[in-house]
């Protein structure tokens, strides 16, 4: 089960640091990615993905050079710190973890991240 935190209201330009924790498990053999949902769409957008090793990281062009996405040491954590946040960051922010062995993915149930002045 993933559990996201860290969401909440904050003002343009300011910075948040969004966690996703592996309840049970731990993201060993798992790619992890954070999704944006925005306000009122059904779509969901990339932000940013690491891999299982936490060696490679990608993010979506609007979200490169302002947000990193990164493990915990334990294993059992995943961060996405964004810094410099906009209007247009607001949503609903995903966790996706998808396990490259059994092709099997989890998805957490998100956080709110709403910025506004």
């Known amino acids: 089960q993933l559990v996201e935190s860290g969401g909440g209201l904050v003002q343009p330009g300011e910075s948040l640091t969004l966690a996703c924790a592996a309840q049970g498990g731990t993201f060993s053999r798992y790619q992890v990615k954070w999704y944006r949902q925005p306000p009122g769409e059904e779509r969901r957008e990339l932000v940013a993905?690491?891999?299982?090793?936490?060696?490679?990281?990608n993010y979506g062009i609007s979200y490169l050079g302002r947000f990193t996405i990164s493990r915990g040491d334990s294993g059992t954590m995943v961060y996405l710190r964004m810094n410099n946040l906009t209007h247009e960051d607001t949503g609903v922010y995903f966790c996706n973890a998808w396990n490259y062995i059994t092709n099997y993915e989890h998805w957490g149930h998100g956080t709110q991240v709403t910025v506004s002045s």
């Open positions: 993905q690491v891999s299982s090793t936490g060696d490679s990281t």
